[in-house]
């Protein structure tokens, strides 16, 4: 499984990443982690989880991903082929604003996404998802019916999702993401957000 370090990658197996984890009462996997703040900041806030961000962009994760907090880890990977490192081993999920082939997974009920979710959680497995209205324009949809059509897909994976509810301006201030903070002061400051968890 590759992994990043500022602008060094670095290779670790199953029994390092055992290692890494096996002190920690919670494992939380951030998919499409993008620059990968919000991933430094659980790791401050939270030193009794032990967080993973995952993106096929690494080039993104250079700044934060150098930060040596001993609870975090970058992992470069897409969403739709997981390392099988992962297996079994996440608590949750979160998938915050996504956009490009993730989005358009989750909109399509891509099965590699699907399966990939299910084979990476641990049991009772919870995941939290939060969509914004402008790259759900950007792929055809309206808010509303992209956070319908991504809730019906989960729950056809089996997932027991919440139904969506509105983020308003305040709530993605307070939001510790830099798109986040980039919709929040945006021209397009909709958002929706889902809870939930594996049956």
């Known amino acids: 499984m590759e992994t990043i370090r500022g602008r060094t990658p670095l290779d670790l ?5 055992h290692e890494r984890v096996a002190s920690y009462n919670r494992i939380i996997l951030d998919l499409g982690t993008g620059d990968g703040r919000y991933v ?9 989880w032990f967080i993973i961000g995952v993106d096929s962009c690494r080039e993104n994760l250079h700044e934060h991903s150098r930060a040596r907090l001993p609870n975090m880890l ?5 969403a739709q082929n997981l390392p099988v490192e992962l297996n079994r081993l996440v608590s949750h999920i979160t998938i915050n604003f996504p956009w490009g082939s993730l989005l358009e997974s989750l909109l399509t009920d891509d099965s590699r996404l699907m399966h990939g979710l299910e084979i990476i959680s641990s049991s009772a497995a919870s ?3 939060r969509l914004n209205g402008g790259a759900l324009a950007e792929a ?3 808010l509303e019916s992209g956070a319908e059509r991504i809730h019906n897909n989960l729950l056809q994976a089996g997932w027991q999702i919440n139904a969506p509810v509105t983020m308003n301006a305040d709530a ?4 510790p993401s830099t798109w986040a903070k980039r919709l929040a002061f945006g021209r397009d400051p909709r958002a ?3 809870t939930g968890y594996f049956k």
């Open 172 to 175: 993605l201030r307070s939001f």
């Open 40 to 48: 430094h900041c659980l790791a401050e806030r939270n030193p009794n």
């Open 13 to 17: 197996d199953l029994t390092q990443l």
């Open 140 to 142: 055809g949809w309206t």
């Open 192 to 194: 929706m957000a889902m």
């Open 74 to 78: 970058f992992v470069i990977a897409s």
């Open 127 to 129: 995941v939290d998802i």
